[in-house]
């Protein structure tokens, strides 16, 4: 399905190459068949094509044309100036391919100015090891192929979930910014770790380990998550002396809080590029 295609990935960020590390690691695609350009950071450029030999450009004219999928990866407040420096380039035979919090596949289509397919999606850093879950939600002018094509794709960095695109803004707060969340209370179970006396390595070892078996124990059960905590807490152990703790500084409550806010913040994003 995807042999014979070229991508180009329009922005070198840290999501493109987490993408282009993933594809090129499956071998999904020939490193000479993915194209990547940015704004201006040429050093940027150079690092992508000597680490995963795949060829980077300046000049859309003679590169978009030829490409089969196009990634936007750029942040929010630039899609309109980049679209409006390659429409002229594109076609209706192109698949476009969104990983923009908050931004429209209506509004990508206006941007774009003719009937193109477009995917939304929403992945995750995780993608850099492979194991990010990539939501992904067809615009009006998308088929079942096309879905089918960005599937695929993802596939190459994770899971991947289809879901409607009225559920993107929600996702984006819950499992696109959710690793920095978890990265948070990682950093703050390190800290506590040295306050007593744990060394860094031992410390991010274990917590790992910690991560890594919660994480899949929950995959693999149907529990709930307080029947779940509730097994590790002895009455008058350890674990609820420091549940106590977690409480009197109402820790759920600010997790609930900061999902709410980053899933307005994609939704204000969405308003401000429509
Ligand atoms: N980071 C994350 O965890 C996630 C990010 N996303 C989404 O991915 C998108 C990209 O994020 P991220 O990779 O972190 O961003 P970065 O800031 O790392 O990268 C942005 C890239 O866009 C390029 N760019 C800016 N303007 C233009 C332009 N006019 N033409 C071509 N390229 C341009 C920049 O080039 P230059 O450096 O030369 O200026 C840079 O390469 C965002 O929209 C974000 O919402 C989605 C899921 C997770
Ligand atoms: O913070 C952001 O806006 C992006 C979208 C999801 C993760 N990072």
């Known amino acids: 399905m995807l042999t ?7 922005g070198a960020g840290s999501m493109a190459e987490a993408m282009i590390s ?24 150079n690092f992508l094509e000597e680490n995963y030999q795949v060829q980077t450009f300046k000049n859309s004219k003679e ?21 409006e420096n390659i429409k ?13 919090a908050g931004v429209s596949t209506t509004y990508i289509s206006k941007l774009i100015d003719h009937n193109a397919p477009i995917i939304r999606t929403m992945p995750n850093t995780s993608a850099a090891i492979g194991a990010s879950i990539t939501a992904i939600s067809s615009g009006e002018f998308a088929t079942r192929e096309h879905l089918t094509v960005a599937e695929k794709l993802f596939e190459a960095i994770g899971e991947v979930v289809v879901v409607e695109e009225e559920k993107q803004d929600a996702i984006t707060g819950l499992s696109g910014s959710g690793p920095a969340y978890i990265y948070y209370i990682i950093e703050a179970m390190e800290k506590g770790a040295s306050e007593v006396g744990l060394d860094k390595d031992l410390a991010k070892h274990l917590i790992a380990q910690v ?12 529990l709930p998550s307080k029947t ?5 807490m002895s009455p008058g152990g350890t ?8 409480e009197s500084y109402q820790i759920q409550d600010a997790m609930v809080e900061c999902i709410k806010r980053a899933v307005e913040r994609s939704t204000e994003l969405g308003k401000l590029y429509s």
Do not use: C, H
């Open 239 to 246: 674990t609820e002396a420091g549940f106590k703790a977690l």
């Open 22 to 45: 993933g594809i090129v690691a499956k071998k999904l695609l020939r490193p000479e068949q993915i194209y990547v350009t940015n704004k201006q950071n040429t050093e940027r450029l």
């Open 211 to 222: 991560l890594i078996g919660t994480a899949e124990r929950i995959k693999a059960t149907d």
């Open 4 to 10: 014979d295609k070229k991508i180009a990935f329009i």
């Open 88 to 100: 002229s380039y594109t076609s209706k035979n192109q698949l476009f391919i969104s990983v923009l």
């Open 228 to 232: 779940l905590y509730q097994q590790v």
């Open 63 to 83: 590169v978009i044309p030829n490409m089969d999928i196009i990634i936007f990866a750029i942040k929010p407040k630039d899609i309109a100036e980049t679209i």
